[in-house]
């Protein structure tokens, strides 16, 4: 028999040819939706965070599709919750965002993806991001490499601050830290060659893994946002911690990311402004 290459569907974790098949049935349904938004039934769960029944169908769709085949699996998903398998407590969770730029969604702004990721304890092992409006699959599997669209993928060799694009995420919820965001905001348009705030966490993190961004920085993240595409960038060649350094930040919600030059200096540049009411 013919050995495919590694990139190939047929090498592709169970699990994530599992969460490929929901990540497009998802779309499916986002994408229906999309056609005409004026009809879109609006929720607003607190100030500038909102919710659609296109995002409570989706996830719906999501977790049928994972339940049935892992149903002893717990889920932890954006819309639901968290929710035990069939069998109670297990070391393996899923954790989904149907629908990550709900708000970009609602304005007709084709930037939002749908991110589904597999943990183990702590560690994040499978991760799944679909772009449905550029038909982009983002996966990686833990030491397998990361991949778009069955094409290996690494971050990019760039390796000073002052010629790198730096993807973002400003607050829109709670704005206890905007000043911190404001003055490294200033100093990083002044050291890097651009910053960007496309509005949806889990591309802009797979971008970074893609080579199309650089670095990237946000906080008071929900794990949903980034624990695929936290995995997509470390299995590209990048680094991921949260602002000391450390890789908790599943737990803070801090982040920041890059290709191993970039992040370093990135982080240097964001500790400095830490005291502001941040949590490391």
């Known amino acids: 028999m013919a050995t495919l290459p590694r990139g190939s569907l047929n090498y592709m974790h169970p699990t994530i040819n599992i969460a490929t098949k929901a990540a497009r049935r998802a779309s ?54 968290q929710t035990p398998g069939q069998g109670g407590e297990s070391e393996y969770q899923w954790i989904i965002d149907p629908l990550d730029g709900t708000t970009n969604f609602i304005h007709g702004f084709p930037q939002y993806a749908i991110s589904i990721a597999l943990a183990k304890g702590n560690q994040v092992e499978q991760a799944v991001v679909f772009d449905p409006n550029r038909n982009e699959l983002f996966t990686a599997s833990k030491g397998g490499g990361a991949f778009l669209n069955e094409r290996r993928i690494r971050v990019s060799k760039r390796l000073k601050l002052q010629e790198a694009l730096i993807g973002t995420g400003f607050p829109y919820r709670v704005f206890d830290h905007e000043d911190a965001y404001l003055a490294i905001f200033k100093e990083l348009t002044q050291k890097t ?48 911690s949260d602002l000391s350094g450390e890789a908790n930040y599943l737990n803070t919600g801090n982040l920041v990311a890059g290709t191993p030059k970039i992040f370093t200096s990135l982080l240097q540049t964001i500790q400095p402004h830490r005291t502001l009411r941040l949590q490391a």
């Open 28 to 81: 499916q349904i986002i994408n229906r939706a999309s056609l005409d938004l004026n009809l879109i039934q609006v929720q607003s769960k607190q100030p500038n965070d909102f919710v659609t029944e296109v995002d409570k169908a989706a996830e719906a769709a999501i977790i049928e599709i994972l339940q049935e085949a892992y149903p002893d699996y717990g889920i932890l998903a954006e819309e639901s919750g």
């Open 193 to 240: 060659a651009g910053l960007r705030r496309p509005g949806a966490a889990a591309l802009d993190l797979a971008y970074v893994a893609a080579g199309r961004l650089d670095g990237f920085w946000e906080f008071g993240l929900a794990p949903w946002d980034m624990a695929a595409g936290t995995l997509l960038i470390s299995e590209a060649g990048g680094l991921v």
